[in-house]
């Protein structure tokens, strides 16, 4: 059993550069989006997708994003990070709180940092693995909605991990056709990291 696993294994390696159309020069292309593994990530669950919860959504997101930026540019280390924003989560809750109010909305929210629970994403070309991860966690809300990331600490919230480019570029024209093209490629690519992580799961 174990010597079939172990050729699955080789085999699905062996056809994933070919299929996603990995390179090392497209490792080298997409390393600014490597998230160090010390780092401090911000994460906003809207209430739900409507046009408005959405809106909202990423309403807080420029405004926390704006001030915790602040906080942390001349910051070296992830304790000195960890320190001020823990310090400042009511900071934060007041941004929350002034963007309903700015938009007549009644809603409930909470502002919570530690450990928290991510799915697997694929962004543009690049898996992200599921896991905990420390995280300012904004619930808006039911929290039902589609979500929002990125790394505070250091800051990479200047990228949309969305779609892999940054948030300044995400809406230039042509770039549309470039994200389906990563789009195609990184389901695929997610597909054959879902099969890999069952197969290695066996030998657990």
């Given amino acids: 059993m174990k010597k079939f696993v172990f050729i699955t294994v080789v085999a ?3 056809f994933i550069n070919p299929l996603t159309g990995y390179s090392s020069n497209d490792q080298t292309t997409n390393s600014f ?3 160090p593994d010390e780092s401090i990530r911000l994460r906003i669950l809207a209430h739900s997708n409507s046009d408005a919860d959405q809106d909202v959504k990423r309403e807080i997101r420029d405004e926390v ?4 930026t602040k906080w942390v540019e001349t910051l070296q280390n992830i304790d000195g ?3 001020v924003i823990e310090s400042r989560l009511s900071n934060i809750e007041e941004i929350v709180q002034d963007v309903l109010q700015e938009n007549q909305i009644d809603q409930s929210y909470e502002v919570t940092f530690g450990d928290v629970q991510f799915p697997s994403k694929v962004y ?7 896991g905990v991860y420390e995280a300012v966690l904004i619930t808006l809300g039911d929290g039902k909605g589609d979500n929002w990331w990125c790394v505070l600490f250091p800051p990479l919230c200047f990228l949309d991990f969305s779609n892999g480019t ?3 570029d995400a809406d230039t024209n042509g770039e549309e056709t470039e994200l389906a093209a990563n789009e195609n490629k990184a389901e695929v690519k997610f597909f054959l990291v879902k099969i890999f992580d ?4 066996l030998f657990a």
């Fill in 12 to 14: 699905i390696i062996l």
């Fill in 33 to 35: 989006q490597v998230i």
């Fill in 65 to 68: 994003n704006k001030e915790i």
């Fill in 81 to 83: 990070a960890r320190d």
């Fill in 124 to 130: 543009g070309d690049n898996v992200y693995p599921a």
């Fill in 166 to 168: 940054s948030v300044a």
């Fill in 198 to 201: 069952w197969i290695t799961s």
